[in-house]
């Protein structure tokens, strides 16, 4: 009996065993602003590699997945599926590459707030994390907590 109570609580062991939030961040926006950026760091600490496949947020209508891409010169914007993350490695989204886009946000994010997001990845389920924000024309807020 012990051997399959512990077998089942391996089973329901927390995402966060697996995949680690790292620096969650994003940019304040301007008043009247409808989509904020967000930004992270994403361990992956199991055998084998994972995906993070959406997010969610009560801050905003809708998460998406981006990427910023060179199309004959000029930078553009395109969604994307989601991001592969290594087997015991990392992906970080960062500004001018992978980002997570917050869509018809529901009022601008403001200097020190805090934005809820959920993270889903295919394998390690979801993941919750509070995203810092710092300032509008910044980087990375100073203090971060990993998640």
């Known amino acids: 009996m012990r051997a399959i109570a512990a077998l089942l609580l391996m089973a329901a062991a927390p995402a966060f065993a697996q995949v680690a939030i ?7 926006t301007a008043p009247g ?9 994403v361990h992956n600490r199991a055998a ?18 981006h990427v910023h891409i060179n199309e004959g010169g000029v930078m553009k914007m395109r969604e994307v599926p989601g991001y ?10 960062k ?3 992978a980002h997570l886009m917050f869509m ?3 009022r601008p994010f403001k200097e ?6 959920r993270l889903k990845f295919e394998k390690a389920g979801e993941v919750d994390a509070d995203f810092h924000v710092g300032r509008l024309s910044g980087g990375a807020p100073a203090a971060h907590h990993k998640h």
Not at 22 to 28: L, S, V
Not at 50 to 62: C, E, I, N
Not at 84 to 93: K, R, T, V
């Open 33 to 41: 602003a409808k989509v904020a950026a967000g930004y992270m760091v």
């Open 22 to 28: 790292d620096k969650p961040w994003a940019r304040a």
């Open 112 to 117: 020190g707030e805090k934005v809820p997001v």
């Open 48 to 65: 084998v590699p994972d995906k993070l496949v959406g997010a969610s947020s009560p801050a905003a209508a809708r998460v998406e997945t």
């Open 84 to 93: 592969d993350i290594p087997a015991g490695g990392s992906f970080e989204l």
């Open 95 to 97: 500004p001018g590459g």
């Open 104 to 106: 018809d946000i529901r």
